[in-house]
């Protein structure tokens, strides 16, 4: 339900068409937290516009399609404001890193390293991604609460990487300081039922 209160929030600081709003707004703001493609945003703006939360305006253009300008209704802000109002359940960690780390017992250590250094790359350039982020210094408008919570977001992204570049850097040392698969016993050993 998130996509629709992220939709909902953009088309109240200005309305906009569905490709504006993914490639103006949703890729230079929320993408980093809450992801979504430009075919699940016109399905939520579809639905959003018949719960009557938006309207759409046809702009006519010359030798192009005409525009579907959205914008938010009188009820579509209060609906927004009701959620962001709400207390939110802790989201659900799903991380396929994870799962081959847990059930890599068989995987011999030379992949496991190769896996962990390309998510450890792979957080680094996003760590690299939020750092080019324009958004102004919160000290330069201290009283600038859009400011001020843009921020929040940001700070908590860059937290999480780094959070996840330390961790994987840790399980680089651990992993190559492993036995390798070809050293151990098998592991089902330990989990054979006793004659």
């Excluded at 016109?42 to 300008?69: F, G, H, M, N, S």
């Excluded at 990487?161 to 089902?188: G, H, M, T």
Aim: charged content about 25%; glycine content about 4%; aromatic content about 8%.
């Amino acid at each position: 339900m998130s996509l629709k209160f992220a939709i909902l929030g953009l088309l109240n600081v200005m309305p906009m068409t569905g490709y504006d709003l993914k490639h103006q707004a949703f890729d230079a703001t929320v993408r980093h937290f809450w992801p979504a493609d430009q075919s699940q945003i016109y399905r939520t703006l579809t639905q959003l516009a018949e719960d009557e939360l938006v309207t759409v305006t046809i702009e006519a253009q010359d030798e192009r399609p005409d525009r579907k300008v959205y914008a938010i209704t009188e009820s579509g802000q209060v609906a927004l404001t009701e959620w962001l109002k709400l207390d939110q359940a802790v989201p659900t960690l799903r991380d396929p890193l994870l799962v081959q780390l847990f059930l890599g017992q068989e995987v011999p250590r030379a992949d496991l390293l190769r896996v962990v250094a390309h998510q450890l790359a792979a957080h680094q350039a996003q760590l690299a991604v939020f750092g080019q982020i324009p958004i102004p210094p919160a000290e330069s408008r201290p009283d600038d609460r859009w400011l001020a919570l843009q921020h929040l977001t940001l700070d908590f992204g860059v937290a999480l990487e780094q959070a996840y570049v330390s961790w994987l850097e840790k399980c680089q040392e651990v992993i190559a300081n492993l036995p390798d698969v070809d050293e151990v016993p098998d592991f089902r050993e330990r989990f054979s039922a006793p004659s």
